[in-house]
């Protein structure tokens, strides 16, 4: 039993340690205030990944082909958000879906 306790462990914190490290490319001023757009996030994930020529979430280091770990999910999310942000500044929108289905309800109702 301690053992799996142990084994639990060792895999929560590889996982820790692995996951999402282009975050620390966030501009902290901004993540610590809270005001952080997409363009900001997108930076920090092309920064990071850059120098490893990621082709479709893989790379290769040493002649081996490697899994880029989060790189095929961080790509669904930029393609989710880029067509509901400010285009001008990159901020993420105030308002709920409901809100902008409501809106655009109105204006196909005007002439």
Request: glycine share 6%.
């Given at each position: 039993?301690?053992?799996?306790?142990?084994?639990?462990?060792?895999?929560?914190?590889?996982?820790?340690?692995?996951?999402?490290?282009?975050q620390?490319?966030?501009?902290?001023?901004?993540?610590?205030s809270g005001n952080?757009?997409?363009?900001?996030?997108?930076?920090?994930?092309?920064d990071y990944w850059q120098p490893y020529h990621v082709?479709?979430?893989?790379?290769q280091l040493n002649g081996q082909d490697l899994k880029a770990?989060?790189?095929?999910?961080?790509r669904r999310w930029?393609?989710?958000w880029q067509k509901r942000i400010v285009k001008e500044t990159g901020e993420f929108?105030?308002?709920t879906a409901w809100e902008e289905f409501?809106?655009?309800m109105k204006q196909a109702d005007s002439p």
């Open positions: 039993m301690k053992r799996i306790g142990l084994l639990f462990a060792a895999l929560l914190f590889t996982g820790a340690t692995i996951a999402q490290q282009w620390d490319k966030l501009p902290k001023d901004k993540l610590e952080l757009t997409f363009y900001d996030i997108q930076k920090a994930f092309n082709k479709n979430g893989w790379y770990p989060g790189w095929k999910q961080f930029e393609w989710y929108p105030n308002t409501q809106k655009q």
